[in-house]
């Protein structure tokens, strides 16, 4: 077998919630933009792209920080990391997070069994967006797997919400009804917003 593949293929327990039932002892196949017919290591947890989101049900442009006015959050998120994959790479450091570092989401759960954009490895697969609402692919289930516009997101079966962790290292647990903006404002590393209790 091929090193690479075996290496993604490579379960690693601690990228697993213990409460996800969709993610098949961590190895899934029909994965996005993958052969179909391998089964790949998966993960529960995602990188936190920002809120600017131009696709769905839930398109959002951010009018402040980084990449202010601009909707592609996939190549250009206004959050912690996003994918780059128009080659212009953008370091975040903590010096970034201008916002607080307890202000910031920076790593939230996901549901790989709902979402065909997850693998440990892929640079699209390991970022959602906080445009869409917390729970809305897991709570909706006429989105379908490959829905990535809707589902390339944030989502726990714990209930209520979804645990995040902040730019300072601690986890906050953050409830599915949480106000839309003020998720979204928790998603920027410098969208200079004023962010009250969540």
């Not at 009018?63 to 370091?91: E, F, K, Q």
């Not at 903590?94 to 202000?103: C, E, Q, V």
């Not at 709902?114 to 289930?141: D, E, G, I």
Request: charge should be negative; proline fraction near 4%; charged fraction near 10%.
């Amino acid at each position: 077998m091929n090193q690479n593949v075996a290496a993604t293929q490579q379960v690693i327990p601690a990228y697993l919630c213990p409460s996800d039932s969709t993610n098949n002892g961590g190895k899934l196949n029909n994965r996005a933009n993958m052969n179909g017919g391998i089964y790949y290591a998966v993960t529960g947890y995602k990188a936190v792209a920002g809120n600017n989101w131009a696709w769905g049900n839930f398109p959002y442009t951010h009018p402040t920080g980084r990449n202010a006015g601009n909707n592609n959050g996939l190549d250009a998120g206004n959050g912690w990391m996003c994918r780059n994959s128009n080659g212009n790479v953008i370091v975040t450091a903590m010096k970034h997070l201008t916002d607080g570092t307890s202000n910031v989401t920076m790593v939230g759960e996901a549901l790989p069994g709902r979402c065909q954009h997850n693998t440990t490895f892929s640079f699209n697969h390991t970022t959602a967006t906080a445009a869409v609402p917390l729970n809305y692919y897991y709570k909706n289930t006429s989105i379908s797997i490959g829905d990535w516009p809707n589902d390339y997101s944030f989502a726990s079966q714990h209930t209520g919400g979804a645990h995040f962790t902040m730019g300072d290292g601690t986890v906050r647990f953050i409830s599915e009804n949480i106000d839309l903006q003020l998720y979204r404002n928790l998603a920027t590393v410098d969208g200079n917003e004023t962010v009250g209790e969540f």
